[in-house]
Each structure stands twice: as C-alpha cells, then as structure tokens.
C-alpha cells in the first residue's frame, strides 16, 4: 500500500522560510516521479514543482520559480519543498504526489497523493 506522508506546513509572515517534507512507502521511490501541488480555497489544485526519477530534472510552475526548491533523497524515500521569500499568496494546502510516469506533467498524471499540510503566510 503506498504512503505519502507530508511534514513540515506551518505558519511564516511573508518573507520568511519553510521546507515541506515528503516521506513515500510502499513504492520504488528510485523509479518515481514525485510532484508538489497546492489547493487554496476556492481554487483547483494546480501544479507547484517536480522531479523526475530519470536524470532528477525539475519543472516549477512559473509562480514559484526562482523561490522554491524541489529535492529528492532516494536513500531516505523522501522529497522535500524549500519554499523561499513566502507570499500571502502562497497560502494553502500544499500535497505531495507519486506517479511511475517520468514524462508526468499534469495533475491527472500522478497515482498517489498524500493527505496535505497547511502553510500559512500572513502579510
């Protein structure tokens, strides 16, 4: 059965730090792409960062670009989220995701989803 279980959400005024954590079981994490989404309310949970299991490349969607970091360690199953330079408008329920897929790119792409941790950020 996989697991995807995600730490690390919080509260931070903007400005600040935060580095979310993804702990997988139950799947070859060494042959699985890994995603970060977010849901706000009211809104589609919409795409945040990836990374592949060939090669490690990244995709970030062009709202967190240059602000937040997408890790893997494969020897821990774990894929981590260093958000920087946080905005109010990044407030939301952020979710980790697992697919086999290595050409995954949309939402629909990813088998596995994590149950969410909340990130706050006030002005």
């Known amino acids: 059965q996989v697991q995807l279980v995600e730490s690390g959400g919080g509260f931070m005024q903007a400005g600040g730090s935060l580095m979310l954590s993804c702990a997988a079981s139950g799947l070859t994490f060494s042959r699985t792409t890994m995603g970060w989404f977010r849901q706000a309310p009211g809104n589609e949970r919409e795409f945040v960062a990836s990374i592949g299991w060939i090669g490690g490349g990244t995709r970030y969607a062009d709202s967190v670009k240059g602000r937040f970091t997408i890790t893997r360690d494969n020897a821990k199953n774990t894929v981590y989220l260093q958000m920087s330079s946080l905005k109010p408008e990044d407030t939301a329920v952020y979710y980790c995701?697992?697919?086999?897929?290595?050409?995954?790119?949309?939402?629909?792409?990813?088998?596995?989803w994590g149950q969410g941790t909340q990130v706050t950020v006030s002005s």
């Open positions: 995701a697992a697919t086999p897929n290595p050409w995954a790119t949309r939402r629909d792409d990813y088998l596995y």
